[in-house]
């Protein structure tokens, strides 16, 4: 099966420094929507009746839309009020069916996500057949990641460190994990934000999207990561821009909270060679991001963006704009307690 997203899947890789290279993708999410729907059809799971259902209020959606175009399935995809309406109008457009949980179903434990969960559950309950791609707890979400590995082993040879933003978990474990397996000391730096529990934090607003989350999902293996860093929306939207304006890279704010850390990192070792995950483009965030007025709104112009992190001995500590925790490769329960 030959798809125009094929296409999208393989990073650019751009070197920014010395020993700084950032894997740059259109849409990252298209791998594991990729794999995810041609496993199961291969496995016959996507008869020509079959609806695909998921949870997702961010790119993982618009990849499985994108997917569900060329398998000619229907999509229905369950959603909250945060999603960005940019994307809403791509999804709908392409022909899924975006189902929103009301404003106040995000006010009770695990918030929107626990939520849109529950309504999932009940779509997939009216359907006959359907299938559900489960990003956060399918393990082939980080079994797709391979493709990543492969291509950053064999253009820029040994990777000493990889920096990241983690939501569900698959894109860090999974392309960690496959390098560690012909170099183990590859180091893995997570990048999250306030208010997600991921990494221990008590759960609050979140206004930078597309990391972290309000629940602990499956495939996110904490014992992958060395270090995690915790950066504000201020924070991230400064380096999002500082990184445009620098280097000429239009991408998203997950990609410039990753950005913040990696090159920090890289400054500070200088004979390892660095790898930042840049998840996608900046095309969603010209209304916002990029735009002067609205980050003056919001008061997200104010930060002076600090030269290093604020190193914390406690995970639940990270309270500073930006803020660096030493995990060591640790279980949730190791560090945080049952």
Same mark, same amino acid.
């Given at each position: ?18 020993? $700084? ?5 259109? &849409? ?16 016959? $799971? ?61 006010? *009770? ?7 849109? $969960? ?32 492969? &291509? ?51 759960? *609050?607003?979140?206004? &930078?999207? *597309? ?17 995690? =860093? ?64 609205? $980050?003056?709104? =919001?008061? =997200? ?12 001995? &406690? ?24």
């Amino acid at each position: 099966m030959t798809e125009a997203t094929a296409a999208y899947q393989n990073p650019r890789l751009v070197r920014l420094g010395p020993n $700084l290279w950032a894997a740059c993708f259109t &849409l990252m999410k298209l791998i594991p929507a990729r794999y995810i729907l041609r496993r199961a059809a291969e496995q016959g $799971l996507l008869t020509p009746d079959t609806v695909i259902v998921e949870t997702t209020s961010g790119t993982f959606g618009l990849a499985l839309a994108m997917q569900a175009v060329h398998l000619d399935r229907r999509l229905v995809l369950v959603s909250d009020p945060a999603i960005d309406e940019r994307l809403y109008r791509r999804l709908t457009d392409l022909g899924a069916v975006v189902d929103r949980v009301p404003k106040e179903a995000g006010d *009770g434990p695990g918030g929107f996500q626990t939520a849109r $969960l529950n309504r999932l559950a009940e779509v997939r309950a009216g359907l006959e057949h359907s299938f559900c791609p489960e990003q956060y707890t399918n393990p082939d979400n980080p079994r797709s990641y391979a493709i990543v590995s492969e &291509l950053l082993r064999e253009r820029l040879g040994r990777v000493d460190c990889v920096v990241g933003p983690v939501g569900s978990g698959g894109s860090m474990c999974g392309t960690v994990t496959h390098l560690r397996r012909s170099d183990p000391h590859c180091r893995a730096i997570g990048v999250d934000t306030h208010g997600s529990v991921l990494f221990g934090q008590p759960e *609050g607003h979140r206004e &930078l999207r *597309g990391l972290g989350m309000s629940v602990l999902p499956a495939n996110l293996d904490h014992r992958v990561f060395d270090d995690v =860093h915790w950066c504000s929306a201020a924070a991230a939207y400064q380096a999002t821009r500082e990184l445009h304006q620098s280097h000429a890279l239009f991408m998203g704010p997950t990609s410039g909270a990753a950005y913040l850390t990696a090159r920090w990192w890289a400054q500070q070792n200088p004979d390892a060679l660095t790898v930042v995950m840049m998840p996608d483009e900046g095309y969603r965030y010209q209304d916002t991001v990029y735009d002067d007025a609205w $980050l003056a709104e =919001h008061r =997200h112009d104010r930060l002076l963006l600090p030269a290093e992190p604020k190193i914390v001995d &406690l995970a639940a500590a990270a309270d500073a704009a930006w803020t660096g925790f030493a995990w060591g490769r640790r279980s949730y329960g190791e560090v945080v307690g049952p």
